[in-house]
T-cell receptor, first 114, second 115 residues
Framework: DVKVTQSSRYLVKRTGEKVFLECVQDMDHENMFWYRQDPGLGLRLIYFSYDVKMKEKGDIPEGYSVSREKKERFSLILESASTNQTSMYLC?????????????FGDGTRLSIL | AQKITQTQPGMFVQEKEAVTLDCTYDTSDQSYGLFWYKQPSSGEMIFLIY??????QNATEGRYSLNFQKARKSANLVISASQLGDSAMYFCAMREGSNNNDMRFGAGTRLTVKP
């Protein structure tokens, strides 16, 4: 079974802090993704990566950065957390160039910025 | 423009009855894949079922089936014999052949199964 592991289920941080969300997958997937989920908006793509040290902006990259130093690990960084970044964050991974393959998700991190 | 539209924010169904969750999509690609995910209150996204644009048969997985109408660009999820454990958010998603490293999601439908 594919396993995508996010480092925290719940996280509370303060405005202005630098926040790191970590994600690890064990299926040798090339692609990794960070989404943000808000009620009524579905999942919105923040960043994705198709290879080590490669990254592409998604729909809402402002205020975020990412790091992929190893194939299995993809980190989301909130450079200076703000209250409007309070949300559910989901990490996913998939094989590259396979339309039929689903993305596999972690359990999500519920992040609150106070 | 929205690629995936789910018009039902919330749905109710009686236990043991069938329910249809609507999904329409927009693409100019000939090759694409359509996915449904379930998200219980615990938060994890569970992959349910897949339909390819070239698949001639509607996909089925246990109690889940996909009513795929290509000309109408709809891919509705049908859950038969609903169970209390089916109460969750359901998301429709699409992966296009021209950009198949990306996946677009709808806003979701919250299904509540009543005893």
């Amino acid at each position: 079974d594919v396993k995508v592991t996010q480092s925290s289920r719940y996280l509370v941080k303060r405005t202005g802090e630098k926040v790191f969300l970590e994600c690890v997958q064990d299926m040798d997937h090339e692609n990794m993704f960070w989404y943000r989920q808000d009620p009524g908006l579905g999942l919105r793509l923040i960043y994705f990566s198709y290879d080590v040290k490669m990254k592409e902006k998604g729909d809402i990259p402002e205020g975020y950065s990412v790091s992929r130093e190893k194939k299995e690990r993809f980190s989301l960084i909130l450079e200076s957390a703000s209250t409007n970044q309070t949300s559910m964050y989901l990490c996913a991974s998939s094989f590259m160039d396979r339309v039929r393959q689903p993305q596999h998700f972690g359990d999500g991190t519920r992040l609150s910025i106070l | 423009a929205q690629k995936i539209t789910q018009t039902q924010p919330g749905m109710f169904v009686q236990e043991k009855e069938a329910v249809t969750l609507d999904c329409t999509y927009d693409t100019s690609d000939q090759s694409y894949g359509l996915f449904w995910y379930k998200q219980p209150s615990s938060g994890e996204m569970i992959f349910l079922i897949y339909q390819g644009s070239y698949d001639e048969q509607n996909a089925t997985e246990g109690r889940y089936s996909l009513n795929f109408q290509k000309a109408r660009k709809s891919a509705n999820l049908v859950i038969s014999a609903s169970q209390l454990g089916d109460s969750a958010m359901y998301f429709c998603a699409m992966r296009e052949g021209s950009n198949n490293n990306d996946m677009r999601f709808g806003a979701g439908t919250r299904l509540t199964v009543k005893p």
